[in-house]
């Protein structure tokens, strides 16, 4: 450690970045960072060079849109188009996704 004193802060970096990526929400961030954000911005509070901004979506939009494609019951959605495809291969990641955006 005498040479390496710079080896410390980074670790306890890397172990402070790994605590923040663990749990639902961490591992929902990744889902979305993969799957959502070549159309939605990559903060989802804003909008993306295609998608709305889904912060604070529900468990039950996220289900409806992204895994088949349509909204629940009276929900208005925020457009018209259609241009995001169902994806259902997503469904063990809801909640995950759900804990991210909330
Ligand atoms: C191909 C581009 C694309 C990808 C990839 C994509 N979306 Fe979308 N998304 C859109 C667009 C565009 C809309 C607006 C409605 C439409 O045209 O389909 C939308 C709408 C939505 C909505 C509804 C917003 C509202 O309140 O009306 C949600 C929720 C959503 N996306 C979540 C996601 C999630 C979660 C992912 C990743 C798993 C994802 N999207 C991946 C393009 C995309």
């Known amino acids: 450690m005498k040479r390496w ?24 961030r990744q889902v979305y960072l993969a799957q ?5 911005n990559s903060d989802p509070s804003k ?4 998608g709305p901004a889904i912060k604070g979506s529900s ?3 996220l289900e409806a ?10 929900y ?9 495809q169902p994806m259902p291969q997503l469904a063990s990641a809801l909640d995950e996704l759900a804990a991210f955006l909330k």
Do not use: D
């Not at 849109?65 to 009276?74: D, I, Q």
């Open 5 to 28: 004193p710079w080896l410390l802060p980074a670790f306890a970096l890397a172990l402070a970045a790994c605590a923040q990526e663990g749990g639902p929400a961490g591992r929902g």
């Open 59 to 61: 468990r039950e939009l």
């Open 76 to 84: 208005k959605p925020k457009r018209g188009t259609a241009i995001m």
């Open 47 to 50: 909008n993306g060079p295609l």
């Open 65 to 74: 849109r992204v895994l088949r494609g349509a909204y629940p019951p009276g």
């Open 36 to 40: 959502c954000t070549a159309c939605h």
